[in-house]
């Protein structure tokens, strides 16, 4: 359980995968693995690999329901110990079971900030996540101040630049895996620099 290993710590990178594919976060960075549009089979077949996630998008498993059964289910039995939703009692739930819930805040879309934020737990263990990710470089200081933290920011940082600067704002990034190995090749090359 959680609690007997202390509180969830969120990596600095997750490595985005749809779980069909093993998919490692490289071992120089402080990361791990987030499973995303994919299905319920592949996710158990994923859980019980050699890498297994440590983040899942739950509303973006098919076969899954948003509830506090796939909550369980996730949590409990496929061990996974953060949970990306679009729901906030879900994200309410896995805080208050011990988990880490990370809440989509959809920064410039028709919902808006403000009112993405309404619904937000504002709890202990709830998080944020900013969809689209790059969008948090654009933030003004009294709107990323609004933002429960710690925030993830979660699509279309694809490049090493902007995943530096994205993550001198947020307290982590999503990324694609071969990203993920640009910046553990840079991590690597500066500290041969050293």
Known sequence: M?????PIRLPSILVASDGHHAVHAPPDLDAGVLVRDTDLATLIHRAASDCPPQAVDIDSVAGLGSDDYALDFVTGRLAIPIVLTRRPQLAGRAAARGNMGL????????TGLRRSLEGHPRSDGVGSVVTPGLVILHLREDELSAIPRPILAYGLIDTVEDARACLAVADAIVVRPGLAAKLAAELVGAGARD
């Open 2 to 6: 959680p609690e007997a290993d202390g």
């Open 103 to 110: 809440l989509h805040v959809f920064a410039y879309d028709s």
